[in-house]
């Protein structure tokens, strides 16, 4: 436990120093990071990290999809720099076809293009500057930014905790009981109603700490908004966990890794986070919850 709470200690230290910094060259570094580590994660647990080339080809492209995606420029744009690496992949299996299978090759790029560009949406939330901030003096700065990076990714870890406590102190009906025996219905509800409670109080809380530190508000956070969409969050935080949960099992491995002491590899902390960032990017395109007054 001891050890849990001091890697969690660090972990939660060098997150807000990425976050405290507000450049996002060092978060795009961070996202770069992660993604390599979450894809080389996956490629030892499936064992397909015995072929060099493959594992060379997928984490070169890891490592540069987060900038492609962000400097999307000609000639080292997305398609180009996927279309490459795809045939990379190919031109591997080509010539090492008795070691390299197609299953290992479509594994591997369909990790390689999964992670990297659904963590990716962390920046295009910190790009994204709402309607009603157009008239900005800068353009590309969204003064709440770090605020909902905040909120993307707090909400998953704090259903996860929601649920635990729920679970031990509640929990009777499994919920998955062959891919996590541990899950319960309960405290899947316990999770729900954690992340929406700390949707709600976190835009609160953002109001009151402005208040407290200018002396002046000049936005208003839609909590309701923020407390509602906290549910499918929480709820695709499952998803993304039980999914990584079918891949362990199905590796015959406890944890993706020990990189993090007492609770596992970095994507044994991210699985939950996965498939909200994307989802929670896609809703603040059509609703941004924090309007100038």
């Given at each position: 436990?001891?050890?849990?709470?001091?890697?969690?200690?660090?972990?939660?230290?060098?997150?807000?120093?990425?976050?405290?910094?507000?450049?996002?060259?060092?978060?795009?570094?961070?996202?770069?990071?992660?993604?390599?580590?979450?894809?080389?994660?996956?490629?030892?647990?499936?064992?397909?990290?015995?072929?060099?080339?493959?594992?060379?080809?997928?984490?070169?492209?890891?490592?540069?999809?987060?900038?492609?995606?962000?400097?999307?420029?000609?000639?080292?744009?997305?398609?180009?720099?996927?279309?490459?690496?795809?045939?990379?992949?190919?031109?591997?299996?080509?010539?090492?076809?008795?070691?390299?299978?197609?299953?290992?090759?479509?594994?591997?790029?369909?990790?390689?293009?999964?992670?990297?560009?659904?963590?990716?949406?962390?920046?295009?939330?910190?790009?994204?500057?709402?309607?009603?901030?157009?008239?900005?003096?800068?353009?590309?700065?969204?003064?709440?930014?770090?605020?909902?990076?905040?909120?993307?990714?707090?909400?998953?870890?704090?259903?996860?905790?929601?649920?635990?406590?729920?679970?031990?102190?509640?929990?009777?009906?499994?919920?998955?009981?062959?891919?996590?025996?541990?899950?319960?219905?309960?405290?899947?509800?316990?999770?729900?109603?954690?992340?929406?409670?700390?949707?709600?109080?976190?835009?609160?809380?953002?109001?009151?700490?402005?208040?407290?530190?200018?002396?002046?508000?000049?936005?208003?956070?839609?909590?309701?908004?923020?407390?509602?969409?906290?549910?499918?969050?929480?709820?695709?935080?499952?998803?993304?966990?039980?999914?990584?949960?079918?891949?362990?099992?199905?590796?015959?491995?406890?944890?993706?890794?020990?990189?993090?002491?007492?609770?596992?590899?970095?994507?044994?902390?991210?699985?939950?986070?996965?498939?909200?960032?994307?989802?929670?990017?896609?809703?603040?395109?059509?609703?941004?919850?924090i309007k100038a007054l």
């Amino acid at each position: 436990m001891v050890r849990r709470i001091i890697s969690a200690f660090i972990a939660m230290a060098l997150a807000i120093g990425v976050l405290y910094i507000d450049r996002k060259e060092i978060i795009l570094i961070a996202i770069a990071f992660i993604s390599a580590v979450v894809v080389y994660e996956i490629l030892i647990a499936t064992k397909y990290i015995r072929n060099r080339s493959v594992t060379v080809i997928s984490l070169l492209f890891v490592l540069a999809v987060p900038f492609v995606l962000s400097y999307d420029i000609r000639f080292i744009n997305t398609r180009y720099v996927s279309f490459i690496f795809i045939i990379g992949l190919f031109v591997v299996m080509l010539f090492n076809h008795k070691r390299v299978n197609f299953a290992e090759v479509a594994l591997v790029a369909f990790v390689s293009l999964c992670v990297p560009f659904s963590l990716s949406c962390i920046v295009f939330i910190y790009d994204f500057v709402p309607e009603n901030y157009a008239d900005l003096a800068d353009l590309s700065n969204n003064p709440h930014r770090i605020f909902c990076i905040v909120y993307t990714l707090t909400i998953t870890w704090i259903s996860d905790s929601g649920a635990f406590f729920a679970g031990t102190f509640l929990g009777k009906h499994k919920m998955a009981p062959v891919v996590s025996p541990k899950k319960t219905w309960e405290g899947f509800a316990g999770g729900l109603v954690a992340a929406a409670l700390f949707g709600f109080l976190l835009g609160k809380g953002y109001e009151w700490v402005t208040i407290l530190f200018t002396g002046d508000l000049t936005f208003k956070v839609d909590v309701l908004f923020l407390a509602v969409l906290a549910i499918p969050c929480a709820v695709l935080g499952v998803l993304g966990d039980l999914s990584a949960s079918i891949l362990k099992r199905e590796c015959e491995v406890k944890d993706f890794g020990d990189i993090m002491p007492g609770h596992g590899g970095v994507l044994d902390r991210f699985d939950s986070v996965l498939f909200v960032v994307p989802f929670a990017y896609l809703v603040f395109l059509q609703y941004f919850p924090i309007k100038a007054l």
